[in-house]
């Protein structure tokens, strides 16, 4: 939550990340993975149709829209990084390596995973104030006017409202500790504050981290890392 231990932990995590890289790549080890080559060209294929009505490209011939998809059933058995193309440009896998704004689809994860385990339930009654009034200096949040819903129709409707207003109760710090735990990379200081509740992030997540985490909601809240590695063998 300071910028003093982010920057400290990033370059512990740096250092220690080169060696271990260094290493695997030295170290003539055999690696087998969880992914599944006929799950991949279905995902693959599913990104590249969803797409297909955008044939435009950027100055460097790649498509300009883009796409990333991951399929979690405890490890990884697919991952698209970008639409199919023949080019010799280097793009990266935009699963793992690009982060995006996640908009609502982190409200589950930080707003309504927290409620429920500080004893809210889908009945709750919840304040769907407006998020315009909330964002002015001084505001009270609890005391600015709303409808009152239920838990379970702010998260079926995608109510802003409501997820700022609870956002205020669970508090930033409880909520992104959700992601701290999950291991989500970009996670900043500056990203402690009431707009991360609508998914406005500093740099964002990533296909691959979400897909983490919404596994462990269905996995009874139990998280299992996103990884593809099933063992690895030292030759």
Excluded: H
Aim: with cysteine; net charge negative.
């Amino acid at each position: 939550t300071n910028y003093d231990d982010y920057r400290a932990y990033q370059e512990a995590y740096e250092e220690s990340y080169d060696r271990a890289k260094d290493e695997l790549y030295t170290g003539g080890y055999r690696i087998y993975t969880s992914l599944d080559p006929a799950k991949q060209s279905i995902l693959q294929s599913a990104v590249d149709q969803g797409l297909s009505f955008d044939a435009e490209t950027a100055e460097n011939g790649i498509y300009a829209l883009q796409g990333a998809a991951v399929a979690v059933t405890g490890k990884v058995e697919a991952i698209v990084g970008g639409r199919s193309q023949e080019t010799d440009t280097y793009t990266l896998n935009r699963a793992f390596q690009s982060f995006r704004q996640p908009g609502s689809s982190i409200k589950p994860l930080i707003v309504y995973a927290p409620a429920l385990e500080d004893g809210y339930a889908s009945f709750s009654r919840v304040k769907d104030i407006s998020v315009d009034a909330a964002k002015k200096p001084g505001a009270d949040v609890f005391s600015l006017p709303g409808n009152w819903i239920t838990m379970r129709q702010a998260v079926e409707r995608s109510r802003n409202g409501a997820a700022w207003w609870l956002f205020n109760e669970v508090t930033p710090e409880e909520g992104l500790s959700y992601l701290t735990k999950m291991r989500f990379d970009n996670i900043v200081p500056d990203d402690y504050n009431m707009a991360a509740s609508l998914g406005g992030f500093t740099y964002g997540v990533t296909a691959e981290e979400m897909a983490g985490a919404f596994c462990a909601l269905e996995n009874g809240g139990v998280y299992r890392e996103p990884d593809c590695i099933l063992r690895m063998e030292n030759l």
